[in-house]
């Protein structure tokens, strides 16, 4: 085998394994709007991630053999470059989880207590020193991973309507 063919078979080997790696990172790449949805991790607890960042919990309790439901907007922030969720409920508490696993029917999260958020004067100073105190790295405990699977807007709205909850919004 000659120079040039050496040389222009390294190319086409280089040229592939770059395609390769190019479409490999294009499958990892996470968007905001992976999270949208209504999301369960129990029977009893709902989650739903809007586009205006609003997350809608529905928690069901059961009281004298009757089940009702309770909704709160919360606020949410979600950060793919470092797949973390900033959850900030309506009692002002922030708290960060780490997406473990994101796909179109589930997704695991971890909260991370070594990230905190504190108090500044908008949310984009608060994400803000979450995601400086992220690239200094934090660590996970497998034991605080909680798994979500998605449900449909249509079992969504049957569960609400079995409860006789109207929709909020």
């Known amino acids: 085998m000659n120079i040039f063919n050496r040389i222009l078979l390294t190319l086409c080997v280089a040229t592939i394994c770059m395609l390769a790696g190019a479409c490999s990172k294009e499958e990892d790449m996470r968007m905001p709007d992976d999270i949208l949805g209504v999301w369960t991790p129990s029977a009893d607890t709902y989650l739903e991630f809007s586009t205006n960042n609003s997350v ?3 928690q069901i309790e059961e009281e004298g053999g009757e089940s009702f439901g309770q909704f709160y907007r919360d606020v949410y922030y979600y950060e793919p470059g470092y797949n973390l969720v900033v959850y900030l409920s309506s009692s002002h508490t922030a708290a960060v989880y780490k997406i473990v696993e994101l796909s179109e029917s589930y997704f695991t999260w971890c909260w991370v207590e070594d990230i905190e958020a504190t108090s500044a004067d908008s949310i984009g100073q608060v ?21 979500f699977r998605k449900i449909s807007q249509e079992q969504y709205f049957s569960i609400l309507e079995n409860l006789n909850i109207d929709y909020p919004w």
């Not at 994400?127 to 798994?147: M, R, S, V, W």
């Open 56 to 58: 809608y919990r529905l």
């Open 127 to 147: 994400i803000g020193q979450i995601i400086n105190q992220a690239q200094e790295g934090f660590k996970l405990d497998p034991a605080l991973y909680q798994t």
